[in-house]
C-alpha cells in the first residue's frame, strides 16, 4: 500500500491511485512488490528537523528515505521536502509535477538498494529516474 501523508505543509495534488500503479510497476522491474511505503510531504524546516534528528546531518534536502524493506517487499518512510522541490524545478526549468514524480521515484529506487553517494551512482540513479519517468509518460502520465 502506498500512502500520502501531509504533515506542516499542505498536500499536493496528487493522481494517488495512477502514481501508485506507477510505483508498483517500476518497484517489479527491479524484482520486488510494494508492501507499505508512506510519503510524507513536509517543508524545508521539518526535512532538516528529520535529517539531524536520525542521520545526524545539519542541511536542507529533498528527499529521505527510511527504508525497511524485506528481500522481495519494498516497504519505507520517504520524507519529501516540498519547499526543496519547488526550488530544484526552478533551478533546473522542470515543472513542480515534474520534479515531484522524480522525487517519488528517487526515494523508491533508494528502497531497490540504489544509491546515490557516487559519481557513479548518481549517474545510475539518474538513468533509473529517466527510465522511470518515461514508464510514467507509457502508462498514461502527463508530462
Partial sequence: MVCFISQDIEK???????????????????????????YIFCSDERE???????????????VITFDYSTATTLNGDIFISLDTV????????????????????????????QGDKT???KT???AKEEKALALWAQLGGES
Avoid at 508498483?24 to 522491474?29: D, E, I, L, P, T
Avoid at 532538516?48 to 529533498?62: A, K, M, S
Avoid at 519547488?86 to 528517487?106: M, Y
Fill in 48 to 62: 532538516l528537523e528529520v535529517n539531524r534528528q536520525f542521520l545526524g546531518h545539519d542541511y536542507y534536502t529533498d
Fill in 119 to 121: 559519481p557513479e551512482t
Fill in 124 to 126: 545510475e540513479m539518474t
Fill in 12 to 38: 499536493p495534488a496528487l493522481n494517488e491511485r495512477k502514481i501508485s500503479r506507477w510505483i508498483r510497476a517500476v518497484a517489479a522491474g527491479y524484482g520486488f512488490r510494494v508492501g507499505n511505503i508512506n
Fill in 86 to 113: 519547488r526550488s530544484n524545478a526552478a533551478t533546473v526549468g522542470a515543472t513542480f509535477d515534474h520534479e515531484l514524480r522524480r522525487i517519488l521515484i528517487h526515494g523508491v529506487l533508494h528502497l531497490t538498494g
